[in-house]
């Protein structure tokens, strides 16, 4: 089980906006910064938000991060078909001194 | 851009050690975090450990998994390297190396990943 708690899954029509949580504490969340990778099916994890809220290049405006407190959010606004992927937070964890990824959550573009 | 590439045994009997090598096809530089990552089939990621470019090599390692796995570097044929002992079938997953970098001043991110590498533990 893990420290950082998301959704398992999520899903929505195309168009609409969703949003997945990823729940956590004082020692991690509520003190470090917060990224997001979107992983489909045989492929490795990318990069989609960096510091709670920060795209890298290339990603697409549709995606954003935020953080309050213990938690931070994801989300994808415009949804499209080719967002149906496994999405994951991570952060540091202060106590454990250890990098921490959230259980996943599994998004379903209906 | 810089890439990552997995290699070694694809199956690694019980109780062996499992030994997989990251390729980076670029000099290391300071301020990078070179890291293992390892996802079960079906399940989500773990971060098994990294190795630090800008503490002076130094290592820090899953608690979980600390007694059983060593992270180190090969400068000369730019690569680091994952030894996993004692290896069970738990262990068996496919493992990703990553590098781990600064994205502001006191927080990191992975972002250049390997394609990953599977790996069973079964005799």
């Known amino acids: 089980q893990s420290v950082l708690t998301q959704p398992p899954s999520a899903s929505a029509t195309p168009g609409q906006r969703v949003t997945i949580s990823c729940s956590g504490s004082?020692?991690?969340?509520?003190?470090?910064?917060v990224n997001w990778y979107q992983q489909f099916p045989g492929m490795a994890p990318k990069l989609l938000i960096y510091?709670?809220?920060q795209r890298p290049s290339g990603v697409p405006d549709r995606f954003s991060g935020s953080k309050s407190g213990a938690s931070a959010s994801l989300a994808i606004s415009g949804l499209q078909s080719e967002d149906e992927a496994d999405y994951y937070c991570?952060?540091?964890?202060?106590?454990?001194?250890?990098?921490?990824f959230g259980g996943g959550t599994k998004l379903t573009v209906l | 851009q810089v890439q990552l590439q997995e290699s070694g045994p694809g199956l690694v009997k019980p109780s062996e050690t499992l030994s997989l090598t990251c390729a980076v096809s670029?000099?290391?530089?300071?301020?990078?975090?070179w890291s293992w990552m390892r996802q079960p089939p079906g399940k989500g990621l773990e971060w098994i450990g990294y190795?630090?470019?800008?503490?002076?090599?130094?290592?820090r390692y899953n608690p979980s998994l600390n007694s059983r796995v060593t992270i180190s570097r090969d400068t000369s044929k730019n690569h680091f390297s994952l030894r996993l002992y004692s290896a069970t079938a738990a262990d068996t997953a496919v493992y990703y190396c990553?590098?781990?970098?600064?994205?502001?001043?006191?927080?990191?991110?992975?972002?250049?990943w390997g394609q990953g590498r599977m790996v069973t533990v079964s005799s």
């Open positions: 990553a590098r781990r970098i600064a994205v502001t001043t006191m927080g990191r991110a992975f972002d250049i």
């Open positions: 670029d000099d290391f530089v300071n301020n990078y975090y």
């Open positions: 190795l630090s470019e800008t503490e002076s090599w130094s290592t």
């Open positions: 004082g020692s991690n969340v509520g003190t470090n910064i």
């Open positions: 510091a709670n809220n």
């Open positions: 991570e952060t540091w964890d202060d106590t454990l001194k250890a990098v921490l």
